[in-house]
Every structure is written in C-alpha cells, then in structure tokens.
C-alpha cells in the first residue's frame, strides 16, 4: 500500500470574477472599473491586506486620475469607507460592493 503525502493546490485560473452590474454600469466610467477590478484581484488573496497606498503604488495613473476613479466608486455606492474609531484600533476599512448599495445597507456591516 502507497502512502500518501500531503499538499497544496495551486491556483490555476489566472482570472479574478467581476460582477456583472459593474461591467455593464452605464454610469460607471472605465477607469472607475479598472480600478474595482484591480481592487478585486488583490482581496480575493488569502492573507493579503490591501491597503489604499498599495494600490496607489501599483497604478500608473497619477494622483489625481486614481482619486477621480476611488470617489467615482464612492460616490456610485461600490466602495464604502468607514472610520475605525476604537481604543485598540484606529483606521478606515473598506467595503467593496458588487452592486451599488445605499448608505443603509451598509450601516449594519460597520457596526
């Protein structure tokens, strides 16, 4: 009897999924989608934390292109940012939305 060892999978699919309702958003430019997709692409690594920075530093747009696509996201309801204000912890965290959500829906993930 052969014994067998243990591994790992790789992942071979050298593709992120993107929502369909952000492809086809009629209001959403292509550089506000380029930029959801390159969000998408990072967290969906096991044991990445990306932070805003980081994907400021792997962008080739400058400064003003890559705000003009993050409040573009902001504003169309695919990213929210809420402030950490604990004793322990102090930052932003964001949310990334397939869909375009209202300030409501996204009240109770914050809490």
Do not use: H
Request: net charge positive.
């Amino acid at each position: 009897m052969s014994k067998i060892q243990d591994g790992f999978f790789r992942n071979k699919v050298p593709f992120v999924p993107i929502s369909q309702v952000v492809a086809k958003d009629k209001e959403l430019s292509l550089k506000a989608k380029g930029l959801y997709l390159l969000i998408q692409s990072y967290i969906t690594i096991p044991n990445f934390k990306l932070y805003k920075s980081y994907l400021m530093s792997v962008c080739v747009e400058g400064q003003c292109s890559f705000d003009s696509a993050w409040n573009e996201l902001k504003e169309k309801g695919y990213l929210k940012i809420y402030k950490i204000a604990k004793s322990d912890a102090k930052g932003k965290v964001y949310y990334l939305n397939f869909k375009p959500e209202q300030d409501e829906q996204w009240q109770e993930l914050a809490e």
